[in-house]
T-cell receptor, first 112, second 111 residues
């Protein structure tokens, strides 16, 4: 158990819909990262937050957004969903940029 | 920018065989290097790490040495078990850039 929790574990929704994925980092970790893992694209970094502020942006679509709240939990919002958004979404946390990341169990999103 | 290249899989070995998964990196600074493992249906777990040149990371019989001269961080294990079947990711991070992961190498160990 990494100490990072993600909810929900599974999500099935239709094209055009909007969903919110939630992540609680390990106690004491200030950085939260979001990744998308699909079969054809591997592990893609989406976005990082550090202590409530956006720190780095990767291959995140404009239809996707995220935020980190004062209690350090984070949410990833995915809107206008397309079939190609079906993937595993992982959250990870770390103490800071220099330290290893600890991954949550992931949310499997299926868009039908 | 920084990048990681690891050997393509899948890799299939018999139990007790020797494992090497190659990883090379490109970085402008002095990155830390990591190996993560993803077991079926789970998230990534840190397997080992090295933070400076010539450091050797080791865990669960796996080891990797940070080689600055060859920009490599190859993962090795002397005798694999069926339970080592998983996907292995090489990764690097440095203070100025987000963490970069390799594409992953799927290992299957047959009894």
């Amino acid at each position: 158990d990494s100490g990072v929790t993600q909810t929900p574990k599974h999500l099935i929704t239709a094209t055009g819909q909007r969903v919110t994925l939630r992540c609680s980092p390990r106690s004491g970790d200030l950085s939260v990262y979001w990744y998308q893992q699909s079969l054809d694209q591997g592990l893609q970094f989406l976005i990082q937050y550090y202590n409530g502020e956006e720190r780095a942006k990767g291959n995140i679509l404009e239809r996707f957004s995220a935020q980190q709240f004062p209690d350090l939990h984070s949410e990833l919002n995915l809107s206008s969903l397309e079939l190609g958004d079906s993937a595993l979404y992982f959250c990870a946390s770390s103490r800071s940029d220099l330290y290893e990341q600890y991954f949550g169990p992931g949310t499997r999103l299926t868009v039908t | 920018g920084n990048s990681v290249t690891q050997m393509e899989g899948p890799v299939t070995l018999s139990e007790e065989a020797f494992l090497t998964i190659n990883c090379t990196y490109t970085a402008t600074g002095y990155p830390s290097l990591f190996w993560y493992v993803q077991y079926p249906g789970e998230g990534l777990q840190l397997l080992l790490k090295a933070t400076k040149a010539d450091d050797k990371g080791s865990n669960k019989g796996f080891e990797a040495t940070y080689r600055k001269e060859t920009t490599s961080f190859h993962l090795e294990k002397g005798s694999v078990q069926v339970s080592d079947s998983a996907v292995y990711f090489c990764a690097l991070s440095d203070p100025d850039n987000d963490m970069r992961f390799g594409a992953g190498t799927r290992l299957t160990v047959k009894p």
